[in-house]
């Protein structure tokens, strides 16, 4: 399955198929991108990060893309499990803001399907 | 693995008292954060912390907001005067020199 930006909140994946979640960001002065997963009740949850000066990163399971071009950037989850059901969030650091504030996106909720 | 903690993990509070809400933020970090997130919508950038002083705030932060590193562990948020708008999760994160935010589990305070 797929979700577009911020269009379609909520992602149904069956147990061990791949996820691939959407972000579109407007800043184009952004150089540093994470994902957060936050499961209900906790916080965000550091998943993965990229700089602007990448296009792809990989870690246990998932990889993240970015498209400087069209400021897009995805997040794909190998496998998907039950305790990956969560809501995604990616988050954008502006290259002009040295303190590092973060901008998040509206996220996605995924839910994973035996 | 050291991580981001916070108290109360719930707070119930009656509109226009004032509420402190607790973080301490990983030992070796430097730089503090406050979010929010009000149910159902994106976290949002509060207020940045730096060196004992504020670096950075978002609209949102106005003058019934403070924040305190009273000690060298401690960080907290302070509401003087709480409005039934202010009731979320709150959320502080802390980090070392590097880019990543370590988030707590966050503090909800509802207003009645």
């Known amino acids: 399955g797929e979700s577009v930006g911020l269009h379609l909140p909520t992602l149904s994946v069956q147990e061990g198929d791949n996820s691939i979640i959407n972000c579109a960001y407007s800043n184009s002065a952004s150089d540093y991108f ?22 792809k990163r990989q870690g246990q ?16 989850i190998a496998a998907t499990q039950p305790g990956d059901s969560a809501v995604y969030f ?16 509206a996220g996605t909720q995924v839910v994973v399907t035996p | 693995e050291p991580e981001v903690t916070q108290t109360p993990s719930h707070q119930v509070t009656q ?3 004032e ?7 990983i030992s070796n ?3 503090f954060y406050w ?25 949102i932060f106005d003058d019934q ?24 999760m709150y959320f502080c994160a802390s980090k070392s020199g590097s880019h990543e935010q370590y988030f707590g589990p966050g503090t909800r305070l509802t207003v009645t």
């Open chain 1, 34 to 55: 994470i994902w957060y997963k936050q499961e209900s009740g906790k916080g965000p949850q550091f998943i993965i990060d990229i700089r602007s000066n990448m296009d």
């Open chain 2, 19 to 25: 509420v402190i809400l607790r973080c301490v933020p």
């Open chain 2, 15 to 17: 509109m226009g008292q």
């Open chain 1, 90 to 105: 990616c988050a954008e650091r502006a290259s002009t803001d040295s303190w590092g504030k973060l901008q998040f996106g």
């Open chain 2, 29 to 31: 970090h430097l730089y």
């Open chain 2, 65 to 88: 907001f403070s924040v305190e590193r009273p000690d060298g562990s401690n960080f907290t948020l302070k509401i003087r005067s709480t409005k039934l708008e202010d009731s979320a």
């Open chain 2, 35 to 59: 979010y929010r997130q009000i149910l159902g919508q994106k976290v949002e950038f509060l207020v940045s912390f730096y060196n004992n002083e504020i670096s950075e705030k978002s609209e």
């Open chain 1, 61 to 76: 399971r998932v990889t993240v893309l970015l498209n400087k071009t069209v400021k897009h950037l995805s997040l794909q």
